[in-house]
């Protein structure tokens, strides 16, 4: 897995990325809310350079294909740790969950994959009480609504 100095840019989009790939579907609608939220305008990207952080995740996803999503999840994985300590900035953290939690919900169906992404973050960064639950509720809403 490729590293990115802390606190960058990169640092910050690609675990935005593993987010949106924690339910093997990356939708229009994701990149779109992505895009409306001022992702690349947050983090500081170039155009497209969210893209090319998303495909050199896929990239090490697939040279690492022996990780399954349980074990990337694990908040104590040795590469879960590794990709949030890049990110020790405060206010991007925040910026990161509440962008992974827009492409979440962005296609009205939250996974298990993104809550499970999120939940690790959240305890990583040792978040507020409560980040862990909301996708659990939105998963709820959308079960409920669908109904």
Request: charged share 20%; net charge negative; hydrophobic share 45%.
């Given at each position: 897995?490729?590293?990115?100095?802390?606190?960058?840019?990169?640092?910050?989009?690609?675990?935005?990325?593993l987010c949106l790939l924690a339910d093997s579907h990356v939708s229009t609608d994701e990149l779109k809310a992505l895009d409306?939220?001022?992702?690349?305008?947050?983090?500081?990207?170039?155009?497209?350079?969210?893209?090319?952080?998303?495909?050199?995740?896929?990239?090490?996803?697939?040279?690492?294909?022996?990780?399954?999503?349980?074990?990337?999840?694990?908040?104590?994985?040795?590469?879960?740790?590794?990709?949030?300590?890049?990110?020790?900035?405060?206010?991007?953290?925040?910026?990161?969950?509440?962008?992974?939690?827009?492409?979440?919900?962005?296609?009205?169906?939250?996974?298990?994959?993104?809550?499970?992404?999120?939940?690790?973050?959240?305890?990583?960064?040792?978040?507020?009480?409560?980040?862990?639950?909301?996708?659990?509720?939105?998963?709820?809403?959308?079960?409920?609504?669908?109904?």
């Amino acid at each position: 897995m490729r590293t990115y100095k802390c606190d960058t840019p990169q640092a910050a989009a690609r675990l935005v990325a593993l987010c949106l790939l924690a339910d093997s579907h990356v939708s229009t609608d994701e990149l779109k809310a992505l895009d409306e939220a001022g992702l690349a305008e947050k983090f500081g990207l170039a155009p497209g350079e969210f893209q090319t952080v998303m495909q050199g995740l896929c990239e090490d996803l697939t040279l690492s294909a022996h990780m399954d999503w349980g074990q990337l999840c694990a908040p104590n994985s040795e590469l879960m740790q590794q990709l949030v300590a890049e990110l020790k900035n405060t206010r991007m953290r925040r910026d990161v969950m509440h962008l992974c939690k827009i492409a979440a919900q962005a296609d009205n169906h939250v996974s298990e994959g993104e809550s499970a992404v999120l939940a690790a973050y959240a305890r990583a960064w040792q978040m507020p009480a409560g980040w862990d639950v909301i996708c659990r509720k939105c998963a709820e809403a959308t079960t409920s609504a669908a109904s």
